[in-house]
């Protein structure tokens, strides 16, 4: 019968919408975790380099105090021996 197909006809092209729809929110999903995952380890590098960053300039004023407490010392040593010549 000829209505009979055409209704056949008429789901088979709903089915097919709605597996298409599926398809690209799954797409949409995919594309969405895909995105978040990727900003998440763009923030996680950003931190472990400033964590280094930080790292780096505290180890460089750790230096450069040693240093200076090392001068101190030294000029003080110099002038005990200045003292007692």
């Not at 055409?6 to 995919?30: A, P, Q, S, V």
């Not at 975790?33 to 780096?56: A, K, S």
């Not at 240093?67 to 021996?81: A, K, M, N």
Request: proline share 0%; hydrophobic share 5%.
């Amino acid at each position: 019968n000829g209505r009979e197909e055409k209704r056949r006809e008429e789901t088979r092209r709903d089915e097919t919408r709605r597996d298409e729809t599926r398809r690209d929110e799954t797409r949409r999903d995919e594309t969405r975790r895909d995105e978040t995952r990727r900003d998440e380890t763009r923030r996680d590098e950003t931190r472990r380099d400033e964590t280094r960053r930080d790292e780096t300039r505290r180890d460089e004023t750790r230096r450069d105090e040693t240093r200076r407490d090392e001068t101190r010392r030294d000029e003080t040593r110099l002038e005990e021996s200045f003292k007692i010549i």
